[in-house]
């Protein structure tokens, strides 16, 4: 039983490069989702993976609906990202997040372009979230 259901379970895969991400929405014609996280600093980000970002519902939603991207900013030694990716992150960051935002979540279309944004964690819960995505 247990096969079945983890067979059947949505896969969801955070990215770390926004170029591919762009070259897989356009090829699947979804929307992207860039999600600027401090993952072993900041309170509200780690609130917002663990209450909508790694929800089942969610990742169903995601798997179908979305191309997404993580661009972490962890300030941990043990933590540290390589000194590529935390170049990609920056800038990622200049470009979508120059205010420095965290948690900040960016939706755009396949193309790179803006759709909407959330600053902080979403107050409308992961029901809410995933209809403001869907508008």
């Given at each position: ?28 014609h979804k ?8 993952s ?10 663990k209450?909508?970002?790694?929800t089942?519902?969610?990742e ?9 991207v ?12 390589s ?7 920056e ?5 979508y997040?120059p ?5 900040f ?7 790179g ?5 959330w600053d902080?964690f ?14």
């Amino acid at each position: 039983m247990f096969l079945i259901c983890f067979f059947l379970s949505p896969t969801v895969n955070w990215l770390d490069n926004f170029d591919d991400a762009v070259k897989q929405a356009g090829e699947s014609h979804k929307s992207i989702l860039i999600n600027f996280s401090g993952s072993d600093w900041c309170g509200p980000c780690i609130r917002l993976r663990k209450e909508i970002l790694e929800t089942e519902a969610f990742e169903k939603y995601a798997a179908q609906q979305l191309v997404l991207v993580r661009a972490d900013f962890p300030r941990q030694k043990k933590n540290k990202l390589s000194s590529k990716q935390t170049q990609v992150n920056e800038a990622l960051a200049e470009r979508y997040n120059p205010d420095g935002k965290f948690p900040f979540t960016v939706l755009t279309d396949e193309k790179g372009k803006v759709i909407r944004t959330w600053d902080g964690f979403p107050k409308v819960g992961i029901e809410g979230f995933i209809q403001e995505i869907a508008k």
